[in-house]
């Protein structure tokens, strides 16, 4: 079974300056999918940026960028001039390619961006 | 563009009672899903559709049943709604094209709590 560990529950920053965010995951799988999402007080959930596990480069969605280790089964999100819109819970998310369709979340990071 | 739409967005129930969350939404996916949100914890899949009229268990399926009569909407059901069922539920979609997959949209979530 698949799992998604988020190290850090909880995460601040100053507005203006770069923040990294941890996620590790565990599968046998090889070809996956990989996501960000970010769930402000409003408790939507938004799609943040997307890896596909086959794509050695990294995703850049403006300044939202992650470091996709796939060796090391690493999957961290960087939030480059931080916004006090920012602020949210940050999830990270695993999904195989091809038959089961498990979006595995994990547990989340509170990000705040303080002003 | 209503995007995935959920009613209602809060409910009060007594142990019990019996109750169906709605999730429509209007951009023709294929797939639609029903998560719940704990504290302290990332969303787990309860029950999934790829299609009208098909089903399926997710990770924490006990308790819950669903429907998908129509493509566009996707129905939660307590039949004996428990305490332990108190959480914030979310429906998505998700479009399926050429076996890539699609991110899933989130609508904003119903609160429900059973006393």
């Known amino acids: 079974a698949q799992t998604v560990t988020q190290s850090q529950p909880e995460m601040s920053v100053q507005e203006a300056e770069t923040v990294t965010l941890s996620c590790t995951y565990d599968?046998?799988?090889?070809?996956?999918?990989l996501f960000w999402y970010k769930q402000p007080p409003s408790r939507q959930m938004i799609l943040v940026i997307r890896q596909e596990a086959y794509k050695q480069q990294n995703a850049t969605e403006n300044r939202f960028s992650v470091n996709f280790q796939k060796a090391a089964k690493s999957f961290s999100l960087k939030i480059s001039d931080s916004q006090l819109g920012d602020t949210a819970m940050y999830f990270c998310?695993?999904?195989?390619?091809?038959?089961?369709?498990?979006?595995?979340f994990g547990k989340g990071t509170k990000l705040t961006v303080n002003p | 563009n209503a995007g995935v739409t959920q009613t209602p967005k809060f409910r009060v129930l007594k142990t019990g009672q019996s109750m169906t969350l709605l999730c429509a939404q209007d951009m023709n996916h294929e797939y639609m899903y029903w998560y719940r949100q704990d504290p302290g914890m990332g969303l787990r899949l309860i029950h999934y559709?790829?299609?009208?009229?098909?089903?399926a268990k997710g990770e924490v399926p006990d308790g819950y049943n669903v429907s998908r009569l129509k493509k566009q909407n996707f129905l939660l059901g307590l039949e004996s709604a428990a305490p332990s069922q108190t959480s914030v539920y979310f429906c998505a979609s998700r479009a399926y094209r050429d076996r890539v997959t699609q991110p899933q949209h989130f609508g904003d979530g119903t609160r429900l709590s059973i006393l």
């Open positions: 599968t046998s799988e090889n070809n996956y999918y």
């Open positions: 559709s790829v299609g009208e009229g098909t089903t």
């Open positions: 998310a695993f999904m195989p390619q091809g038959g089961s369709e498990k979006l595995v």
